[in-house]
């Protein structure tokens, strides 16, 4: 629609995003970024502009009713800096040195996600603007608390009655449509054994032998599934302990790994926990000596939204009608409060700017040339779906 084109003020769109970026908001930090997105939205002329406690803001334009309402989500808290320079400069640089040829704004949380934030609060405004005649409701979602990766923030706003038929996240996709990602398990096994004298192995068991051959176990034969869009499910090992310890010599009776789980939404949290007690129990059966306790720690759903729903479809024609191709179904490698979304019973789909492998990276920036467009999909898709 080249209404929706020419409203997009590009300009404007990239100080927004500036001002976030110059604005730090660790977790449970977002008192000042969640004034400039309440501020914004007011200015835009937002029906309604609700902020809570946890510095949640929510923006709603309301439809005259009868149609489909649209939720969007995004995070306004960021990932710490880590050895990031200039992290809160917000500044447009040319990305060729970082592997991004031309201009781009710079600096933690471009990439996840305060572009995308400013361009669906923008694109809000856009609608708001031309007066586009919806009938559902828009949304706008900017909660706190994401990289905890609990959903605090978002499950805070689901809470409080904020609800849609559908909704788009907008974590990065380099402006692809993400259906969703695998879900995450964390997990503990500990292995028991016997102490004695290292000088005599022989007369204990030895834990971290017993973990070994519980990991060699799973590296043989512990086969992962896989789908079509969220790719295979994998496991790794990401923590290993010991005790009593090196200080005296002494064969350990623990041993402690952390396991991490990649999990199709398939997959269900008792049929995973079971797959390695499976393992697990072999073990015990072909050696008497072995033992071991397994704990889950962790537990991260999966999304996936399949390609038939109608908010992939109106997703793929509204990227079409503003850059002339449906462009690339995916999904993240990470996790994304779409999840609790989906979890609501909320068909949700991914679309945003910036590369996601630069999330939580040094290298953490978002080409100025995706905002315009990311903004103008944001409005396209409230006019496909809410009109
Ligand atoms: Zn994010």
């Avoid at 019973?345 to 630069?358: K, L």
Wanted: aromatic share 6%; charged share 20%; proline share 6%.
């Amino acid at each position: 629609m080249r209404d929706i084109a020419q409203a997009v003020d590009s300009g404007q769109l990239t100080a927004f995003v500036q001002k976030l970026i110059k604005t730090p908001s660790l977790s449970r930090e977002e008192a000042g970024v969640a004034d400039l997105v309440e501020a914004r939205m007011r200015e835009l002329d937002y029906d309604q502009v609700h902020r809570d406690a946890l510095h949640n803001v929510v923006g709603v334009i309301r439809g005259s009713g009868g149609g489909a309402s649209l939720m969007f989500n995004g995070h306004i808290d960021h990932a710490g800096v880590g050895s990031m320079e200039r992290p809160f400069s917000g500044e447009v640089i040319d990305g060729a040195p970082y592997g991004s040829p031309g201009p781009a704004i710079y600096g933690r949380g471009a990439t996840d996600m305060k572009a995308a934030v400013a361009c669906m609060v923008e694109a809000g405004g856009v609608v708001k603007a031309l007066g586009l005649p919806l009938r559902g409701d828009v949304v706008v979602t900017c909660v706190a608390r994401e990289e905890m990766a609990r959903g605090e923030g978002i499950k805070a706003v689901l809470d409080q009655g904020f609800s849609a038929d559908f909704a788009v996240s907008g974590e990065a996709t380099n402006l692809n449509v993400y259906l969703g990602h695998r879900g995450k398990a964390e997990l503990a096994v500990t292995t028991l054994g016997k102490t004695t004298h290292g000088g005599n192995p022989a007369g204990g068991v030895n834990a971290i032998l017993k973990m070994t051959k519980f990991l060699r176990a799973l590296e043989q034969d512990y086969p992962m599934p896989g789908h079509d869009f969220l790719g295979d499910a994998t496991w790794t090992v990401l923590d290993i302990e010991a005790s009593p310890g090196a200080l005296t010599p002494i064969v350990p009776d623990r041993c402690r790994a952390v396991l991490d789980r990649r999990f199709l939404p398939r997959e269900s949290r008792e049929r995973i926990v079971a797959s390695f007690q499976s393992v697990l129990d072999g073990l015990s059966a072909q050696d008497p000596e072995f033992r071991a306790e397994l704990e889950l720690m962790k537990w991260f759903p999966a999304m996936y939204t399949p390609p038939e729903s109608p908010v992939v479809g109106a997703m793929l024609r509204a990227r079409e009608q503003v850059l002339g191709s449906p462009g690339q179904m995916g999904a993240w490698y990470f996790g994304v409060d779409g999840t609790f979304i989906n979890q609501a019973g909320i068909p949700c789909v991914g679309f945003g700017p910036g590369d996601e492998h630069r999330a939580h990276t040094p290298q953490d920036l978002v080409p100025v040339d995706q905002l315009a467009p990311a903004c103008q999909v944001y409005a396209q898709i409230i006019a496909e779906l809410c009109s």
